[in-house]
């Protein structure tokens, strides 16, 4: 046998077992799957007083030296 059947028939089982692993797993993500039930949010409540943001960035101390 020469290297280039070899190949192919290496090929064509790399091929097979893709394939079969794809048909066990199936379609991913949203397409083939029963839809998500809509969430009914309720009436939305008029906002509260405005929060001061939090301090951003870090804490920085005095570290004595000793």
Same mark, same amino acid.
């Given at each position: 046998?020469?290297? !280039?059947?070899? +190949? +192919?028939? #290496? /090929? %064509?089982? @790399? *091929? %097979?077992?893709? #394939? %079969?692993?794809?048909? @066990?797993? /199936?379609?991913? +993500?949203q397409y083939g799957k029963p839809p998500k039930p =809509?969430? &009914? !949010? $309720? %009436? &939305? *409540?008029? $906002? *509260? =007083?405005? @929060? *001061? $943001? &939090? $301090?951003? +960035?870090? @804490?920085?101390r005095e570290v004595p030296?000793?």
């Amino acid at each position: 046998m020469s290297s !280039e059947s070899v +190949g +192919g028939i #290496l /090929g %064509a089982i @790399v *091929a %097979a077992v893709v #394939l %079969a692993v794809a048909v @066990v797993f /199936g379609p991913i +993500g949203q397409y083939g799957k029963p839809p998500k039930p =809509a969430k &009914a !949010e $309720p %009436a &939305a *409540a008029p $906002p *509260a =007083a405005p @929060v *001061a $943001p &939090a $301090p951003r +960035g870090p @804490v920085i101390r005095e570290v004595p030296n000793q």
